[in-house]
């Protein structure tokens, strides 16, 4: 049992000296960096806007509450499901003209939802919005994976270091933006919006006058697909679906969570603090969970410990919601909602994308990630619009957050089991090029695939 206890400890395999996050920044090379700074500012302009589009819809144009749900539904769809589409555009066109093509149709996108009144407007709206994001965030997050690796070959330091700070940049501008957005919800929607298209006005002028045309070290990948061997394999859309109930519960702070603000607060003000709270939680405590999970769970059991972990979340609030609690104590309910959905979340996202090589073929990772993005989008579009017409039946209060509880511990279900059958070996991010010098030891076995939140930008 000692020994046991010991191994369980033991302090996970890697190197022993770190460079600290500031020397690394500093020692970057300018792409990098150009890109650590674009995902904050991603995020800035996205969560500044997003968190209050359902009580903007709800209220200020009056839709009804199954109609919320299928617009955020389809705002996700057109992000998460055209990933794959995207990936694909990248690796044919490049980085710089996904990156500007995307920045202005999501400046098109927000200036149109700050003046769309009419419910094809505001779907037009949302689309484009999350069109955008399906060109520009494979762009940026497949070519900073590249530049991380080129870094530890160089010998600069494990590739961690720098999709940390990719990470950390990320949820820096979803703490920023929901603070902003509420401190522009007191103008109006709309001008919350104009503020958000003038972030992504930044964003382009920048990467029009930075970005080098031509990215030395990147190749296109060769012609063909492999879609009818991904169709076929069952345990991999097993975990597509599983990852789909994890999102679908995740898109609930866009939708069941303001309505339980609301209700208990008055107003939707405090939500700002809500999503700073699960931002601020994820910069402070994602490497330390990963750490500590990583060579102790293995992606199916950290998934399962996640999703049951964010249906625990709901369950919170199904309790306390008979009692109809008001003011600061009926707001601890959608805090601790929001602390389980946040932990669970930091376990499940990593051991997805984790696990998503086992699967893969030999050159046809990005297809897997796109695949894994595009169906639980599908399946986000349905289950909001389901969810949207479940908050408005009338039901007793408790019965949407148990059916939402439900559903995400029977995704826990859904998980692939067993060994995954013998594949040809993933190898890293640019299979056509040469792999460059031996980057030294294996950091960890999932090590390399710190992922930002699913919902940015």
């Known amino acids: 049992m000692s020994r046991l206890v010991a191994r369980i400890l033991a302090p996970r395999p890697g190197p022993r000296s770190r460079p600290p996050r500031e020397r ?6 300018p792409l990098p960096r150009l890109l650590i700074a674009t995902q904050l500012a991603f995020n800035l302009g996205f969560f500044a806007v997003l968190p209050f589009l359902a009580a903007h819809l709800g209220t200020a144009i009056g839709m009804a509450g199954w109609l919320v749900g299928l617009v955020l539904g389809l705002r996700t769809f057109s992000q998460q499901g055209l990933f794959l589409a995207g990936g694909w555009l990248v690796d044919r066109y490049g980085v710089r003209p996904a990156v500007l093509t995307g920045c202005a149709l999501r400046i098109a996108g927000f200036v149109w939802l700050g003046y769309a009144t009419a419910t094809w407007a505001v779907i037009g709206a949302v689309l484009l919005i999350g069109f955008a994001a399906a060109l520009f965030s494979p762009a940026v997050e497949s070519e900073v ?39 522009l919800l007191a103008v109006d929607f709309r001008t919350a919006c ?136 009926g707001l601890l309910p959608a805090a601790g909602f929001v602390v389980l959905l946040t932990v669970g979340q930091m376990l499940i996202v990593p051991a997805a994308r984790a696990w998503v090589p086992d699967f893969a073929a030999r050159g046809r990772l990005g297809l897997y990630m796109g695949a894994l993005s595009s169906v ?82």
């Open 194 to 329: 104009l503020c958000g298209a003038a972030v992504f006005v930044l964003v382009l002028a920048g990467h029009a006058r930075l970005m080098p045309q031509h990215i030395p070290g990147r190749e296109r990948p060769p012609a063909g697909g492999a879609f009818a061997p991904l169709l076929r394999d069952r345990r991999f859309l097993a975990l597509c679906c599983a990852y789909g109930g994890y999102l679908l519960a995740y898109n609930q702070l866009y939708l069941a969570l303001p309505q339980e603000v609301e209700r208990a607060a008055g107003s939707q003000a405090p939500l700002s603090w809500l999503f700073a709270l699960s931002s601020l939680l994820v910069v402070c405590a994602q490497l330390p969970v990963s750490r500590l999970v990583g060579d102790r769970l293995d992606p199916r059991r950290s998934m399962a410990a996640g999703l049951l972990l964010v249906a625990a979340g709901f369950a919170v609030v199904a309790v306390a919601r008979p009692a109809d609690w008001t003011g600061p104590a």
């Open 145 to 183: 994976a590249r530049q991380a690796v080129e870094w530890e070959a160089a010998g600069h330091g494990p590739r961690t270091r720098v999709l940390a700070l990719f990470s950390a940049a990320g949820q820096a501008g979803a703490f920023v933006g929901p603070l902003l957005g509420g401190l």
């Open 376 to 457: 639980s989008g599908l399946l986000v579009l349905v289950g909001s619009s389901a969810t949207g017409g479940l908050l408005q039946l009338g039901l007793p209060p408790a019965v949407p957050w148990l059916v939402l509880a439900a559903v995400t511990a029977l995704a826990v279900l859904v998980l692939p089991r067993g060994p995954q059958p013998d594949t040809d070996p993933v190898p890293g991010p640019d299979t056509n090029s040469d792999p460059g010098p031996d980057p030294g030891p294996d950091p960890g076995p999932h090590a390399a695939r710190q992922p930002a939140p699913p919902s940015g930008g």
């Open 24 to 29: 690394v920044w500093r020692r970057l090379p």
